[in-house]
């Protein structure tokens, strides 16, 4: 027992001991500077995260869109279900819960129903009889028709302006999931991984202010998205399509000419050319041409990791746009921030917008939602100003632009989204958005707090291609915290810095202390 107390004693005497006390109290140290860190960015918002009870009140941002009713508009909004079934139901809760704090907040505009679309009844006392096949149809702005698929999941908004007893207006549109079995999906944020579709924030109150927005419009135009070219289009982009105001369809130039109600042709990461075909042919490209020269408007996005499109970007140099593309080794080069990016490879960009001409007043607009606007593996654009373009988003003056795993220019600041309008000979003027990348749109970018992604893809439809209004400032639930860090490269290497300083400090004190203790 004594040679055991012995060896016990020599061995808290000893260096051993001493240096698992230091590294212990340099382990401690650290875990409790991640505390502090952790408790520091929750409360001051240096990160991004999904909170544990959703906050699913809404907010006054609808006040302005709702502004545009007109005399004797009201809206109902009517369930295809009880309102009983409706509170259980573990999506739809979400969206009734919305629904019931719009009534609340717009009572002279908004009124709910509730039905059963299979034993056709409103669920109030006289059990008044439920027609869902008067909706069964919807009619697009070209006079043609369409079918409503109607589900218990599905929302009907009908807008009804009255001037006494007669009914002088009205319309309607039903909101269906045709995503995901549970139902209610197109009151989320949906994300594709090509196999599988997820849903990764509720957007009830955006949706539901721009339906009710969509039935009080009386003109709506259409976007053709162009397919046949290995196009990647997320489905948050469909959705907000929608919410600011356009019917979605698709269009195969191969086979048809651009429609007449077309106001927008999105083009969304073609992976493959548009076909420039012989003199007098109508060819996919002499299709683009005819409907600019009409007065129409473009959206496109790029692939900056494609071959060169050489039909497709020749059109776009009709507008002074180009996207950077080396001829020598067939690759494009990225704009790379590692100061102001986000904290990875430096291919996360946080883009600013333009400090004047059409940026500063879309700007103006999504200033409610903060930040820049986050962007990720794309092309620098050149901008002619000469033919009437003009940059909207910029990278930080510390990006470079990384080809083939070098550095080949440091300028700096350079485009990463653009506008231009196009001068027909007939006077009319053609529109066009180009960035050269695919995650604009993309639904994490979409919907994460802390940047404007989303407000700026609004204020772009609403200043530059004069939509109107939109529903800006709406509230979203994120479901997952797997969002990016919204902590720049420099401010990441800042903090990184100071909780190894204090590690740092106390080995090199226990260092000393251990120095002295041998030398006694």
């Known amino acids: ?62 006040d302005a869109l709702f502004a545009d009713a007109e005399s004797g508009m009201e809206v109902t909004v009517t369930f295809c279900m009880f309102e009983s079934e409706l509170k259980e139901h573990s999506t739809g809760s979400f969206v009734y819960k919305t629904a019931l704090q719009f009534a ?64 002088v207006w009205q319309d309607y549109k039903v909101v269906t999931d045709a995503y995901t079995s549970v139902g209610f999906g197109s009151f989320s944020t949906l994300a594709s991984d090509g196999s599988s579709i997820t849903e990764t924030s509720y957007n009830g109150e955006e949706v539901f202010a721009s339906m009710v927005h969509w039935v009080m419009t009386k003109e709506h135009g259409t976007a053709y998205v162009t ?11 469909s959705s907000a399509l929608t ?3 356009y019917y979605v369809k698709y269009l195969d130039l191969k086979e048809e000419d651009v429609p007449t109600d077309a106001e927008l042709v ?25 409907y600019r020269n009409r007065g129409g408007s473009f959206y496109v996005t790029l692939d900056p990791l494609a071959d060169k499109l050489v039909n497709l970007e020749g059109f776009l140099s009709g507008y002074g746009l180009s996207v950077e593309y080396n001829e ?54 050149t901008v002619d100003k000469s033919k009437g373009a003009e940059a909207l988003l910029y990278s930080s003056s510390a990006a470079v632009l990384h080809r083939a795993g070098a550095t080949v ?46 407000s700026f893809l609004y204020s772009l439809f609403d200043v530059f291609f004069e939509k109107g209004n939109m529903p800006y400032g709406c509230r979203s639930v994120v479901y997952e915290n797997t969002l990016l860090e919204n ?5 990441a290497t800042a903090f990184t810095a100071a909780m190894l300083a204090i590690p740092v400090l106390l080995a090199a004190v226990g260092t000393v202390v251990l120095v002295r203790r041998r030398n006694r």
């Open 328 to 381: 020598a080794d067939g690759e494009r080069a990225l704009v790379k921030d590692t100061v102001s990016g986000i904290p990875g490879d430096g291919f996360t960009l946080i883009a600013s917008y333009a400090k004047d001409g059409t940026a500063a007043d879309m700007k103006a607009k999504s200033e409610s939602d903060g930040g820049g606007v986050l962007l990720r593996a794309l092309s620098p654009i």
């Open 487 to 491: 902590l720049t490269m420099g401010t």
């Open 266 to 290: 999105v083009i969304s990461n073609p992976r493959h050319d548009f076909e420039r075909g012989a003199s007098g042919t109508d060819t996919e490209l002499e299709r683009l041409e005819s």
């Open 1 to 62: 027992m004594n040679k055991f107390k012995q060896k016990l004693s020599a061995y808290f005497r000893g260096r051993n001991f001493t240096s698992l006390v230091l590294v212990s109290i340099v382990i401690c140290a650290v875990v409790f500077l991640n505390m502090i860190l952790y408790m520091l960015t929750s409360a001051f918002g240096w990160y991004l995260y999904s909170p544990e009870e959703l906050d699913l009140s809404i907010t006054d941002s609808s």
């Open 104 to 167: 609340e907040r717009y009572p002279d505009l908004i009124k709910l129903k509730y039905a059963n679309i299979y034993t056709r009844v409103y669920d109030d006392l006289e059990r008044t009889p439920f027609n869902p096949d008067a909706y069964a149809k919807g009619t697009y702005p070209d006079g043609t028709e369409y079918d409503n698929i109607i589900l218990p999941t599905s929302v009907i908004f009908e807008c009804k302006q009255t001037d006494g007893a007669s009914v």
């Open 227 to 237: 397919v046949g070219h290995g196009e990647i289009a997320d489905p948050s982009l």
């Open 409 to 454: 220019d440091t300028a700096g600041s350079y485009p990463l989204a653009a506008i231009s309008t196009y001068e027909n000979r007939d006077g009319s003027e053609s529109k066009l958005f180009l960035s050269a990348g695919i995650y604009l749109t993309s639904s994490d970018n979409m919907i994460t707090e802390g940047y404007s992604n989303k």
């Open 243 to 245: 919410s600011a105001g």
